[in-house]
Antibody, heavy 119, light 106 residues
Framework: EVQLQQSGPEVGRPGSSVKISCKASGYTFTDYVMNWVKQSPGQGLEWIGW????????DYAEKFKKKATLTADTSSNTAYIQLSSLTSEDTATYFCARTGSWGNWFAYWGQGTLVTVSS | VQMTQSPSYLAASPGESVSISCKAS??????LAWYQEKPGKANKLLIH???TLQSGTPSRFSGSGSGTDFTLTIRSLESEDFAVYYC?????????FGSGTKLEIK
């Protein structure tokens, strides 16, 4: 069974950084791209970017290129997103989501990690 | 690609059928997925490729359309279907979502 287990809620001060993890199990981690998606309070879904764990290659939505950094550790089957220079606009729930077998839909999702930016 | 989803809110009774529309700002072929969001649960992929049911999706769900106009139909609503639904295009980057439809019990 494919599972994506995300780390717990984070509180970050304005200007600081936070790093969220997404541990994958039930499949070969390097066989699928991992995406990250943002959901601001009461809002819809925004795609942040993807990482190919096998090669470490990444792609980001323009809006997140200076905000998010995606990495992956193949030894622990864990993907990470680091959010830098936090502002109130970064308060949101962040999801990891694995692509489908042959298309860029999101076949599996993590449960989400709430990031709250507060001084 | 901008995805315009409607309605944003829908109230229906168990047993009824409902449809949700998703329109793309340009042609996305059939590269469209539908998801279900429920509190406390991971988002669930229902349909991909416009009309292909993901394994485990009940047959009362169906998807149709191609190009710019897509529809998610749920027949004979069951209590577990009351949730928020999103469409998503994956024809090109950046990947984009519709704004969501909240389906509530009437």
């Amino acid at each position: 069974e494919v599972q994506l287990q995300q780390s717990g809620p984070e509180v970050g001060r304005p200007g600081s950084s936070v790093k969220i993890s997404c541990k994958a199990s039930g499949y070969t981690f390097t066989d699928y791209v991992m995406n990250w998606v943002k959901q601001s309070p009461g809002q819809g879904l925004e795609w942040i970017g993807w990482i190919d764990p096998e090669y470490g290659s990444t792609d980001y939505a323009e809006k997140f290129k200076k905000k998010a950094t995606l990495t992956a550790d193949t030894s622990s089957n864990t993907a990470y997103i680091q959010l830098s220079s936090l502002t109130s606009e970064d308060t949101a729930t962040y999801f990891c989501a694995r692509t489908g077998s042959w298309g860029n839909w999101f076949a599996y999702w993590g449960q989400g990690t709430l990031v709250t930016v507060s001084s | 690609v901008q995805m315009t989803q409607s309605p944003s809110y829908l109230a229906a009774s168990p047993g009824e059928s409902v449809s949700i529309s998703c329109k793309a700002s340009k042609s996305i072929s059939n590269n469209l997925a539908w998801y279900q969001e429920k509190p406390g649960k991971a988002n669930k992929l229902l349909i991909h490729s416009g009309s292909t049911l993901q394994s485990g999706t009940p047959s009362r769900f169906s998807g149709s359309g191609s190009g710019t106009d897509f529809t998610l139909t749920i027949r004979s609503l069951e209590s577990e279907d009351f949730a928020v639904y999103y469409c998503q295009q994956y024809n090109e980057y950046p990947l984009t979502f519709g704004s969501g439809t909240k389906l509530e019990i009437k």
